[in-house]
């Protein structure tokens, strides 16, 4: 089993910056993937970016170049660089894990913007 915990998600005034971080912590040997969506009110879920041992970074189309993913493998660590948030990032930002078993997915953190 892994557990994934996600933080950092606030109240941040418009063209503000904030970074998310994703903890992967349990089972962790066979994690070869993890990623960022999200979902905002009365939206269907949205890929943020995923990182993969197989495959090249997949980004969502709506990244454009205001947000960033980096990650530390050695920490099972993820963080998303968000800056000149814009109201219509107003989401619920989830981290998921995947290992040989299955998807994990945190709670979710919460992402407001407002002046």
């Known amino acids: 089993q892994v557990q994934v915990v996600e933080t950092g998600g606030d109240l941040v005034q418009p063209v503000g910056s904030l970074r998310l971080s994703c903890v992967a912590s349990?089972?962790?040997?066979?994690?070869?993937?993890m990623g960022w969506y999200r979902q905002a009110p009365g939206k269907q879920r949205e890929l943020v970016a995923g990182?993969?041992?197989?495959?090249?970074?997949n980004y969502g189309v709506f990244m454009k170049g205001r947000f960033t993913i980096t990650r530390d493998t050695a920490k099972n660590t993820l963080y998303f660089q968000m800056d000149s948030v814009l109201p219509e990032d107003v989401a619920v930002y989830l981290c998921?894990?995947?290992?040989?078993?299955?998807?994990?997915w945190g709670q979710g953190t919460q992402v407001t913007v407002s002046s």
């Open positions: 990182f993969s041992s197989y495959r090249s970074t």
């Open positions: 349990g089972d962790t040997v066979g994690i070869y993937a």
């Open positions: 998921y894990v995947d290992d040989n078993d299955a998807r994990y």
